[in-house]
C-alpha cells in the first residue's frame, strides 16, 4: 500500500481556523483528519472538519488558533511495532487514520485503515519456481503465478493480501521462465517492492529459503504464489504467537464419502459394518508461519520440501501448530482449479479482499 505524504495531514497547532479549512479541504476525497504539531513537530491533537463545526457553533472564530479546538485524546501507536489488540479496538471504533509516532512524539508514518486491515510483524516469501506442468499448454510460456485471473496475475491478489496487512517485506523466489517474474515485479505492487531472488535449480518448496536474505522480524511467512485465497493473516498469527509455536501451518477441511459399506476387521475377522461413512480430515493449505531462528535447520543447496521441515521440525520436539482456513481457498494446480478461480473472480470481481 503506498504510504501517506505527511505534510497533507500535519498542521502547526498555532495555525488558524481558516487555514485548517483550507488544509481540510485539500483532502477532499481523502479521510479529512489532520494532526496538529507543536513546534518541535510532537503531535498534540487531532482536527476534523466535525471538530470545526462545532467550535465554531459554541463561539470560535475562523481565526481562533487550532490549539483552542483540536481534539486531544486522540489515538496513537507507539513503540516499534503497533499492537495487534490496539488494532482490532481501532477497527471496532472504525477510526481511519492513526498515526505512528516515533519515541519524541513526532510522526514515523500515518497508517490508513480504510485500506490496511492490519500491521503484521511478519517477512513474507512466496514460492514461484514451478513448471506448472498440469497447466499447459498455459504455461508453456507464462509462469503459472503470472496467469490471469479475473484481469489480474494470480500472484498479485497474494501480494496486495499481503499489503493489506502491512507487510512490506516481500520476497518471491524463481526459478522457470524467472525472467518475467522479475520483469512483472520491476515496478511496485500495491505499493511493495518486491524482491526477486532467483535459485540456481530446483529446490523444492522450502529449500529457496536459504538464499533470501534475512528481514528484520521473527515471524517468516512462507507461501505458494499460486493460491487464491481470503485467509486472516491476523488470526493466523495471533495463532502462531498464542501457541508459542515453532511452526503454524494452515489447513483447510477435506471431507471424504465412501459410498459403499465398509468392514471394520480384526484378521479376518469382521466385527462391524459403517454404512457409506464420512471421513474428515485437513490438509495442508502451503501457507506457513515459522519462527526464524527454525530456518537453520534447512539444509544448505538441497532439495527440501515443506513437508520435509515439519517431519524435521516435529522430530525435534518443535511445536508444529495447526491454522483452520475459514474462507476461500483455490490451489491452482489444474485446468480445473483454474476455470474454478476464474468463475469465482467472475462472481466476486475486484478482490479477494477479508
Not at 505524504?5 to 495555525?15: E, L, R, S, T
Not at 513546534?39 to 483552542?68: F, K, N
Not at 469465482?344 to 477479508?354: A, C, E, I, K, V
Request: aromatic residues 8%; charged residues 25%; glycine residues 8%.
Amino acid at each position: 500500500m503506498d504510504e501517506i505524504n505527511i505534510p497533507d495531514y500535519v498542521i502547526g497547532q498555532g495555525a488558524t481556523v481558516i487555514d485548517a479549512l483550507h488544509k481540510l479541504n485539500r483532502l477532499s476525497g481523502r479521510t479529512m483528519t489532520l494532526f496538529a504539531v507543536d513546534d518541535m513537530g510532537r503531535v498534540t491533537g487531532t482536527l476534523t472538519d466535525g471538530d470545526v463545526r462545532r467550535a465554531l457553533i459554541e463561539g470560535c472564530s475562523l481565526q481562533s488558533q487550532v490549539v483552542e479546538v483540536m481534539h486531544r485524546a486522540f489515538t496513537a501507536f507507539r513503540g516499534e511495532h503497533p499492537d495487534i489488540a490496539d488494532i482490532r479496538d481501532i477497527r471496532r471504533r472504525q477510526i481511519e487514520l492513526v498515526p505512528h509516532l516515533n519515541g519524541d512524539g513526532t510522526i514515523r508514518r500515518i497508517y490508513d485503515f480504510s485500506v490496511f486491515h492490519s500491521i503484521l510483524p511478519i517477512d513474507a516469501v512466496l514460492m514461484a519456481g514451478g513448471r506448472g506442468e498440469r497447466l499447459r499448454p498455459l504455461t508453456l510460456d507464462t509462469p503459472k503465478p503470472l496467469l490471469p485471473v479475473g484481469g489480474r496475475c494470480i500472484i498479485d491478489y497474494n501480494i496486495e493480501a499481503l499489503a493489506r496487512n502491512g507487510i512490506a517485506d516481500i520476497s518471491v523466489t524463481v526459478n522457470y521462465l524467472a525472467e518475467k517474474i522479475e520483469q512483472h515485479f520491476a515496478n511496485p505492487v500495491a505499493g511493495v517492492q518486491v524482491k526477486c531472488v532467483r535459485e540456481p535449480r530446483r529446490l523444492g518448496t522450502i529449500g529457496s529459503l536459504t538464499l533470501v536474505e534475512p528481514g528484520s522480524n521473527d515471524t517468516v511467512l512462507l507461501m505458494n504464489s499460486d493460491l487464491l485465497t481470503n485467509i486472516n493473516y491476523e488470526a493466523m498469527y495471533m495463532t502462531h504467537i498464542d501457541e508459542c509455536a515453532d511452526m503454524t501451518a494452515a489447513v483447510i477441511p477435506y471431507v471424504v464419502s465412501v459410498p459403499y459399506a465398509i468392514f471394520r476387521t480384526e484378521g479376518n475377522a469382521v466385527l462391524s459394518l459403517e454404512e457409506k461413512p464420512t471421513y474428515n480430515y485437513y490438509a495442508n493449505a502451503g501457507i506457513y508461519m515459522i519462527r526464524r531462528e527454525c530456518l537453520d535447520i534447512i539444509p544448505q543447496d538441497t532439495y527440501y520440501d515443506a513437508t520435509d521441515f515439519i517431519e524435521a521440525l516435529i522430530a525435534r520436539g518443535g511445536k508444529v501448530r495447526q491454522y483452520v482456513i475459514d474462507g476461500t481457498w483455490i490451489d491452482i494446480g489444474s485446468p480445473d482449479d483454474y476455470r474454478a478461480a476464474q468463475e469465482l473472480m467472475r462472481r466476486r470481481p475486484g478482490n479477494m479482499s477479508l
